[in-house]
């Protein structure tokens, strides 16, 4: 994505805040609830960075079901459940390009 | 990954926080910048918020305006992340970072998670950083990726039902693509000349 891409994202990605967390419950704390959207000055010098109209476009892109199989392994549930603690707090998954790795569910 | 934990039955709240690393963006996505980013995305309780509003008041004061520097935003984010119930942090593509603000990231992490052990990340890149991860997370927990037969074919099954041209296909060439191109990828090497570049291009 280019810089113009991003700081597009930027300007209109407010709005879509909640969109990024479409979910039928209530558990989910943010991403970037009204806090932070009343405070673009802030926001903004936080980090000119908004990864969330990139997140946008991997949501849309993604199919359904692609790469559920890492939920079911016994890595991601241990990672998951937080049993290692610190010392077990990074999951990281590799390959090469084009594996599928951003779009993993 | 943060489709899957929104949508999972939880009854613990969570907070998540994600970053695309991108190489075409290398300069502009320093370490504190990529830690700013994920900041912004955990102000969700206001007591942070005011110092994170006292801080930017203060330095609009000083000359140029100028950032924080990483070790207070590394700091702020710790504050962040203690006001909250569970917090995931998902980071793409490190070895897009340059290995500068690589190395920069893993340490800062490495200090937020001593901080906030309940803290989950959650990290993708290609094999090459695997070193570097290790080196700083010892017991992290280590995913190869591969395309899987069933999920190429889901995939192409979309892509086939969603062609605009589907006059062109007939029963016979379908059933040949959902069976060979599946059988060739899995378990082979992506990136070699016998899949569609599209096909890469798109699951990546």
Redesign the interface.
Same mark, same amino acid.
């Given at each position: 994505?280019?810089?113009a891409a991003?700081s597009s994202s930027t300007s209109f990605g407010n709005r879509n805040v909640n969109c990024n967390?479409?979910?039928n419950n209530h558990?989910?704390?943010?991403?970037?609830?009204v806090?932070?959207d009343e405070?673009p000055?802030?926001?903004q010098?936080?980090?000119?960075?908004?990864?969330r109209g990139?997140?946008q476009d991997?949501?849309t892109?993604?199919?359904d079901?692609?790469?559920?199989?890492?939920?079911e392994?016994k890595?991601?549930g241990?990672?998951?459940s937080?049993e290692?603690?610190?010392?077990?707090?990074?999951?990281?998954?590799?390959?090469?390009?084009?594996?599928?790795?951003?779009?993993?569910? | 990954?943060?489709?899957?934990l929104?949508?999972e039955p939880?009854?613990?709240?969570?907070?998540?926080?994600?970053?695309?690393c991108?190489f075409?963006?290398q300069q502009?996505?320093t370490t504190?910048? =990529?830690?700013?980013?994920i900041?912004?995305?955990?102000? $969700?309780? *206001?007591e942070v918020?005011e110092d994170?509003?006292k801080a930017?008041q203060k330095?609009k004061k000083e000359v140029g305006?100028r950032?924080?520097r990483l070790p207070d935003?590394v700091q702020m984010l710790e504050q962040a992340i203690a006001t909250?119930?569970?917090v995931f942090i998902c980071i793409?593509?490190l070895d897009e970072c340059i290995p500068k603000h690589l190395l920069e990231l893993l340490v800062s992490?490495k200090d937020i =998670?001593?901080k906030s052990?309940?803290?989950?990340?959650? $990290?993708? *890149?290609?094999?090459q950083?695997?070193a570097e991860?290790t080196r700083q997370?010892?017991?992290?927990?280590?995913?190869?990726?591969?395309?899987?037969a069933h999920?190429i074919k889901?995939?192409l099954e979309?892509k086939l039902e969603m062609d605009t041209e589907h006059y062109a296909m007939s029963d016979g060439l379908r059933a040949d693509i959902l069976t060979t191109i599946p059988e060739r990828i899995s378990g082979m090497?992506?990136?070699a000349s016998i899949?569609p570049t599209s096909?890469?291009? $798109?699951?990546?």
């Open positions: 994505m280019d810089h991003y967390n479409v979910t558990k989910i704390v943010n991403v970037n609830k806090i932070a405070n000055g802030v926001v010098w936080l980090s000119p960075l908004d990864p990139r997140h991997v949501r892109n993604r199919l079901g692609v790469g559920n199989w890492l939920l392994t890595e991601f241990e990672w998951r937080g290692g603690g610190a010392d077990r707090a990074v999951l990281f998954c590799y390959g090469d390009p084009g594996v599928g790795k951003t779009y993993l569910r | 990954m943060i489709d899957a929104c949508d939880s009854e613990e709240d969570i907070a998540i926080a994600m970053f695309y991108d075409r963006d502009k996505q504190t910048n =990529i830690i700013g980013a900041l912004k995305q955990l102000l $969700v309780r *206001g918020l994170v509003q930017f330095a305006g950032g924080l935003m909250l119930p569970q793409d593509a992490l =998670i001593r052990p309940r803290m989950r990340i959650f $990290v993708t *890149g290609r094999p950083v695997e991860i997370f010892t017991n992290s927990v280590i995913v190869p990726i591969s395309p899987k999920d889901r995939y979309n090497c992506v990136g899949v096909l890469c291009m $798109v699951l990546y």
